[in-house]
């Protein structure tokens, strides 16, 4: 069975940092687009960046260009975003995808991050 | 950025029922659209991509149509796992810029 696990949420101050992972089993995972998400409190769903096989590929949302960075290693199944200069309205639950073709068939089921004083 | 609107906010309906969710798009998509349904503190599940192809292990009572900026999903014979809260994404754009709907609170009625 397809997994995503995803960890190192966590309650952090305003301009603080965060290094979150998503470990993955029961695919190939060097075959794959994988992205990250998040979803603030009660509020809807959010795409934040992704990456292409080899890393040589990232794009990222607006909203976090310059702040966060997604990597992954093939060697450990492994996806992660450094998340830096964290601000409150980044306060919600992250999620990994596994991405096909700009759509996301295997999710995991999130860690949340709380930015506060 | 393309904006994804969707209606209604809640709906709500009896099980056994059927329950028609839309999605409008700002611009076109082209079928580029996929629908997600995510329960209570769980990850999005993939319901359909393509507008209407049916995602692996789907039954078929969720069904999706449209193209260009205007889409729905259909829920025939509504069963109590089927009340959550569904998403439409698209992904037309490249670089990607990938984005969703508010979503629409499926209710029991």
């Known amino acids: 069975d397809v997994q995503l696990v995803e960890s190192g949420g966590g309650l952090v101050q305003p301009g603080g940092s965060l290094r979150l992972s998503c470990a993955t089993s029961g695919f190939t995972f060097s075959s794959y687009w994988m992205s990250w998400f998040r979803q603030a409190p009660g509020k809807g769903l959010e795409w934040v960046a992704n990456?292409?096989?080899?890393?040589?590929?990232?794009y990222y949302v607006d909203s976090v260009k310059g702040r966060f960075t997604i990597s992954r290693d093939n060697t450990k199944n492994s996806l992660y975003l450094q998340t830096n200069s964290l601000r409150v309205e980044d306060t919600a639950v992250y999620f990994c995808?596994?991405?096909?073709?700009?759509?996301?068939?295997?999710w995991g089921q999130g860690t949340r991050v709380t930015v506060s004083s | 950025e393309i904006v994804m609107t969707q209606s209604p906010a809640t709906l709500s309906v009896s099980p056994g029922e059927r329950a028609t969710l839309s999605c409008r798009a700002s611009q076109s998509v082209s079928s580029n659209l996929a629908w997600y349904q995510q329960r209570r503190g769980q990850g999005p599940r993939l319901l359909m991509y393509?507008?209407?192809t049916r995602a692996t292990g789907i039954p078929a009572r969720f069904s999706g149509s449209g193209s260009g900026t205007e889409f729905t999903l259909t829920i025939n014979n509504l069963q109590s796992e089927d009340f959550a809260v569904y998403y439409c994404?698209?992904?037309?754009?490249?670089?990607?810029?990938?984005?969703f709907g508010q979503g629409t609170k499926l209710e029991i009625k």
């Open positions: 995808g596994r991405e096909t073709h700009g759509n996301f068939d295997s």
């Open positions: 994404q698209q992904y037309k754009n490249w670089p990607p810029v990938y984005t």
């Open positions: 393509g507008a209407s």
């Open positions: 990456m292409n096989q080899d890393g040589s590929e990232k």
